[in-house]
């Protein structure tokens, strides 16, 4: 059997009902001999690279459908395999790009066997068009990014509403309150009341001042993480070093996915671990921020339901990072937040 | 800046008073309630360059000023604060904060403490606070808020320097981040000033701090020694 010798009888390297079955078949399969010539072309690849079966059989299958950057690997691929070296390709599905007859490229998933017979070799291709799946994939992570962003966004708007707003309103009452009082006896009974009204409006004025800060803390935005988390372990009920923060600035997302996740881990780490400190540390290489934060406390912390950090490895999901927990040295907990993030 | 007793007795001309705050409201309210217990408002300002522009047409003892204010919209009322200083040394700024903020406090302070002041905005309607704080900036002293001061003193450390201190030595150390004299300090804690100037002594030589005389620089070294057992 020399399959070279067969272009005009593509279906006859194939068992009667063979090819029956292969046009049925959703993805393309192609089958290639050892000249990297088509033997076969099922209807399917006539529906993904826009060739008919006789337009394809018998022609170089890197000319047909490899882009031109990747025909020279393709062919020595060929070549390295004939050769008898060990396979780099074969029985495993690999993403790549194939071009069609209109000349534009579309990802697809790709794999290739050889078919186990006597003589000459057979290789055929399954090729499955991926280009949607990637595209939805691609604009699912990007929703997921804007739909992060949009929550900051609205955390921050609220502050600022506050800021500008209801907390404004609030003293400039306290001074209507003081502007009242100085008007009234200290024996008269007015005087008792208006002195109430003003801690309770004190009051009010404290709640609603940690309720703002605690939706974002405003030297965030005006300084970056370093005042952020200064503030943050200053407030902090156990002692928490902070071993190096960049003093540059990054991008807003991963400022404020860096700074919640920092403080939903403190708050984790003051209530479950028992620790008695904590450290902080914020490395930054090329494209990669990484933040950790380890106690020294009785460990066995997991992102789980009701740990509070299901939400944070979700954050930095959208931000195409990585957030788990690990055992620290010492037999305390290490939770660990990774970002791409280049130096601004 | 207006002659008088360097602890806090009235001044015989009233002070006069710059007022800057983006919120109508709170700009109008401070400055009535301010004229009202005698302060000369000489002007008012509601966004940072035209806090700056008025403050060399007026030059006044004291300008108060928001943080957060237009154009920037971010930290533009303590910058403008921090170049009043630089440049017009004989007008203090009191700073008014919504948030406490470290970082506020030491951009505050960076080229000194004398005739500055940092202040919850909430006290601006604690009338005899908010004027003591401006009689004190307008004499050069310096004013921290409480909230701020127990906040760089509650900071959970190793070490824990602050250990080596008594109670009462605490409350006078608090007192003198504040900004507060031995007089006020002694007022406050109703101790005789000897007892303070003694309790002071001791902080010092306990914290291992240089003894000086201006209370300013006290603040400052106390609050320098704050910070770094911060970081």
Same mark, same amino acid.
């Given at each position: 059997?020399?399959?070279?010798?067969?272009?005009?009888?593509?279906?006859?390297?194939?068992?009667?009902?063979?090819?029956?079955?292969?046009?049925?078949?959703?993805? &393309?399969?192609? &089958?290639?001999?050892?000249?990297?010539?088509?033997?076969?072309?099922?209807?399917?690849?006539?529906?993904?690279?826009?060739?008919? !079966?006789?337009q394809a059989v018998g022609r170089e299958m890197a000319e047909l459908i490899v882009p031109p950057r990747h025909r020279d690997a393709h062919r020595r691929g060929l070549a390295r395999l004939l050769s008898g070296a060990a396979p780099t390709l074969l029985d495993q599905r690999v993403e790549t790009q194939a071009i069609g007859a209109d000349g534009s490229e579309r990802a697809v998933e790709l794999t290739v066997t050889r078919l186990p017979q006597e003589g000459a070799p057979i290789f055929v291709g399954y090729v499955r068009d991926i280009s949607d799946r990637?595209?939805?994939?691609?604009?699912?992570?990007?929703?997921?990014?804007?739909?992060?962003?949009?929550?900051?966004?609205?955390?921050?708007?609220?502050?600022?509403?506050?800021?500008?707003?209801?907390?404004?309103?609030?003293?400039?009452?306290?001074?209507?309150?003081?502007?009242?009082?100085?008007?009234?006896?200290?024996?008269?009974?007015? &005087?008792?009341?208006?002195?109430?009204?003003?801690?309770?409006?004190?009051?009010?004025?404290?709640?609603?001042?940690?309720?703002?800060?605690?939706?974002? %803390?405003?030297?965030?935005?005006?300084?970056?993480?370093? !005042?952020?988390?200064?503030?943050?372990?200053?407030?902090? %009920?156990? %002692?928490?070093?902070?071993?190096?923060?960049?003093?540059?600035?990054?991008?807003?997302?991963?400022?404020?996915?860096?700074?919640?996740?920092?403080?939903?881990?403190?708050?984790?780490?003051?209530?479950?671990?028992?620790?008695?400190?904590?450290?902080?540390?914020?490395?930054?290489?090329?494209?990669?921020?990484?933040?950790?934060?380890?106690?020294?406390?009785?460990?066995?912390?997991?992102?789980?339901?009701?740990?509070?950090?299901?939400?944070?490895?979700?954050?930095?999901?959208?931000?195409?990072?990585?957030?788990?927990?690990? %055992?620290?040295?010492?037999?305390?907990?290490?939770?660990?937040?990774?970002?791409?993030?280049?130096?601004? | 800046? @207006?002659?008088?007793?360097?602890?806090?007795?009235?001044?015989?001309?009233?002070?006069?008073?710059?007022?800057?705050?983006?919120?109508?409201? #709170? =700009? *109008?309210?401070?400055?009535?309630?301010?004229?009202?217990?005698?302060?000369?408002?000489?002007?008012?300002?509601?966004?940072?360059?035209?806090?700056? +522009?008025?403050? +060399?047409?007026?030059?006044?003892?004291?300008?108060?000023?928001?943080? =957060?204010?237009?154009?920037?919209?971010?930290?533009?009322? #303590?910058?403008?604060?921090?170049?009043?200083?630089?440049? /017009?040394?004989?007008?203090?700024? #009191?700073?008014? @904060?919504?948030?406490?903020?470290?970082?506020?406090? *030491?951009?505050?302070?960076?080229?000194?403490?004398?005739?500055?002041?940092?202040?919850?905005?909430?006290?601006?309607?604690?009338?005899?606070?908010?004027?003591?704080?401006?009689?004190?900036?307008?004499?050069?002293?310096?004013?921290?808020?409480?909230?701020?001061?127990?906040?760089?003193?509650?900071? +959970?450390?190793?070490?824990?320097?602050?250990?080596?201190?008594?109670?009462?030595?605490?409350?006078? /150390?608090?007192?003198?981040?504040?900004? =507060?004299?031995? =007089?006020?300090?002694?007022?406050?804690?109703?101790?005789?000033?000897?007892?303070?100037?003694?309790?002071?002594?001791?902080?010092?030589?306990?914290?291992?701090? *240089?003894?000086?005389?201006?209370?300013? +620089?006290?603040?400052?070294?106390?609050?320098r020694y704050l910070e770094a057992v911060g970081e």
């Amino acid at each position: 059997m020399t399959p070279a010798a067969r272009p005009s009888d593509p279906t006859a390297v194939l068992a009667p009902g063979i090819a029956d079955v292969l046009d049925a078949a959703l993805d &393309a399969v192609v &089958a290639m001999d050892a000249d990297g010539r088509v033997l076969h072309w099922n209807r399917a690849a006539q529906r993904t690279f826009g060739f008919a !079966p006789e337009q394809a059989v018998g022609r170089e299958m890197a000319e047909l459908i490899v882009p031109p950057r990747h025909r020279d690997a393709h062919r020595r691929g060929l070549a390295r395999l004939l050769s008898g070296a060990a396979p780099t390709l074969l029985d495993q599905r690999v993403e790549t790009q194939a071009i069609g007859a209109d000349g534009s490229e579309r990802a697809v998933e790709l794999t290739v066997t050889r078919l186990p017979q006597e003589g000459a070799p057979i290789f055929v291709g399954y090729v499955r068009d991926i280009s949607d799946r990637l595209a939805a994939e691609r604009e699912l992570r990007a929703s997921r990014h804007r739909l992060l962003e949009a929550a900051y966004e609205t955390r921050r708007r609220f502050e600022r509403d506050l800021h500008d707003g209801a907390q404004q309103r609030l003293i400039g009452t306290g001074i209507a309150l003081q502007l009242l009082r100085a008007r009234v006896d200290d024996g008269d009974e007015l &005087a008792a009341l208006i002195d109430e009204a003003r801690d309770e409006l004190t009051a009010a004025t404290a709640e609603l001042r940690e309720l703002a800060r605690g939706l974002h %803390p405003a030297v965030l935005t005006q300084g970056g993480l370093r !005042p952020a988390l200064r503030a943050l372990t200053g407030r902090a %009920p156990i %002692p928490v070093a902070i071993d190096g923060v960049p003093a540059g600035r990054l991008p807003t997302a991963v400022e404020t996915t860096a700074y919640f996740t920092l403080a939903e881990g403190l708050t984790n780490v003051a209530r479950h671990s028992g620790a008695s400190s904590a450290t902080i540390a914020i490395e930054q290489d090329a494209e990669l921020l990484r933040v950790t934060l380890t106690d020294d406390g009785r460990g066995g912390a997991v992102v789980g339901a009701g740990s509070g950090l299901a939400g944070l490895r979700d954050r930095a999901a959208a931000l195409d990072g990585r957030l788990w927990v690990e %055992p620290a040295a010492g037999g305390g907990t290490r939770l660990v937040l990774e970002v791409p993030c280049e130096p601004v | 800046m @207006s002659p008088s007793d360097p602890d806090g007795a009235p001044a015989p001309a009233p002070l006069r008073v710059l007022v800057a705050d983006d919120s109508a409201i #709170l =700009r *109008e309210g401070a400055a009535r309630l301010l004229a009202d217990a005698g302060f000369d408002v000489v002007a008012q300002a509601a966004d940072a360059d035209e806090l700056l +522009r008025k403050v +060399r047409a007026h030059k006044p003892d004291v300008a108060v000023t928001d943080i =957060r204010m237009p154009p920037r919209g971010e930290d533009d009322g #303590l910058r403008a604060a921090v170049r009043i200083r630089a440049e /017009l040394p004989h007008v203090g700024v #009191l700073v008014l @904060s919504q948030y406490v903020e470290e970082a506020y406090v *030491e951009a505050l302070l960076a080229n000194g403490a004398a005739g500055v002041g940092y202040l919850l905005k909430d006290r601006v309607a604690d009338v005899a606070r908010f004027t003591d704080a401006l009689h004190r900036v307008a004499e050069g002293g310096s004013v921290l808020d409480p909230e701020v001061v127990a906040l760089m003193m509650g900071r +959970r450390t190793a070490q824990d320097p602050l250990g080596a201190l008594t109670p009462r030595e605490r409350e006078v /150390l608090g007192l003198m981040a504040e900004g =507060r004299t031995n =007089r006020a300090i002694a007022g406050a804690l109703h101790l005789s000033e000897r007892a303070v100037e003694r309790h002071v002594t001791a902080i010092f030589g306990k914290l291992d701090l *240089e003894t000086t005389g201006d209370d300013h +620089r006290r603040v400052l070294a106390v609050l320098r020694y704050l910070e770094a057992v911060g970081e």
